[in-house]
């Protein structure tokens, strides 16, 4: 009976081994398959868009740009947690609130909400809690017309506690730190020729965000760049998060490209 278990045991390990192996490659193969239903999706989507010129484009708002790129930069990494996420967006708000010094406040568009995105909160909470500084704390957040970070990420704390969210402090930048940051997101975006899509390709080398991310925001980027009008736009956002909800990604994966897109869809409606 030994001999008998003797010589079973290496068959089992080696049927569970292979078993692992089919299954780590039917993810691979299924996370491959939703990479090209969304670059297919994207493809689709470019070519039904109308020709228009570069200074032409209809989404072209630079305040949203600069919140969408400091949301990445501050949020990007393999290691980023849901505590990284909240205090990403207050980077994010404190970085459109200094684009948007000396600008009237817009008038958004309707709604554009993805009740299927579990971190539509965070576009959510961007252009609300922004809009608020803006329209009730400018001169608390900007004294003297000078920006104040510490004051905005104070606010956007005090904001959030509301609703019991809490901000972790202790990993906010100084007012000075912000400032150097702020100028190089602004360099960020010079280099890029103000493309979202090319800083994105810059964070993935700079290790910030993996290559699949990089991958998929850079088309989702590209395709806000060319579209034809907010409203395909926002369509299009829609369509691809839900496949990514759908997709085997990983949950800080989902996490990540989840959160930027609501933000994404959320900002450049308020600052159309």
């Known amino acids: 009976?030994?001999?008998?278990i003797y010589y079973l045991i290496p068959c089992v390990c080696s049927l569970l081994i292979i078993g692992c192996t089919k299954e780590d490659q039917a993810?691979?193969?299924s996370e491959e398959a939703t990479l090209q239903h969304i670059l297919e999706l994207t493809n689709t989507f470019l070519k039904t868009q109308d020709k228009i010129t570069t200074s032409a484009k209809a989404i072209d708002p630079a305040i949203a740009k600069i919140d969408i790129t400091a949301f990445l930069d501050s949020y990007g990494g393999?290691?980023?947690s849901d505590d990284d996420l909240n205090d990403a967006y207050a980077d994010g708000i404190a970085a459109s609130y200094k684009a948007a010094?000396?600008?009237?406040p817009p008038n958004p568009g309707g709604n554009v909400d993805n009740t299927a995105n579990a971190y539509d909160y965070v576009g959510?909470?961007?252009v609300d809690i922004l809009d608020y500084q803006i329209r009730n704390k400018s001169n608390y957040v900007s004294p003297n017309n000078v920006f104040k970070y510490n004051r905005s990420i104070g606010v956007t704390s005090d904001y959030l506690a509301q609703d019991q969210i809490q901000l972790n402090m202790t990993n906010m930048m100084s007012n000075n730190q912000f400032d150097m940051w702020y100028l190089h997101l602004?360099?960020?975006l010079q280099t890029a020729n103000g493309l979202i899509s090319q800083t994105i390709l810059a964070m993935e080398a700079a290790g910030k965000i993996s290559t699949l991310e990089s991958n998929i925001l850079y088309h989702y980027f590209d395709a806000q760049e060319n579209a034809s009008s907010l409203t395909n736009f926002?369509?299009?956002s829609i369509q691809i998060e839900d496949i990514i909800i759908n997709s085997s990604y990983n949950h800080p994966t989902k996490r990540?490209?989840?959160s930027a897109m609501a933000t994404a869809r959320h900002d450049f409606n308020y600052w159309q």
């Not at 009976?1 to 008998?4: G, L, R, S």
């Not at 010094?101 to 009237?104: L, Q």
């Open 1 to 4: 009976m030994k001999k008998i």
């Open 27 to 29: 993810i691979e193969n």
């Open 78 to 80: 393999p290691n980023s």
């Open 101 to 104: 010094e000396g600008v009237a």
């Open 124 to 126: 959510k909470y961007h």
């Open 186 to 188: 602004q360099q960020q």
């Open 234 to 236: 926002i369509q299009y």
């Open 256 to 258: 990540f490209l989840l």
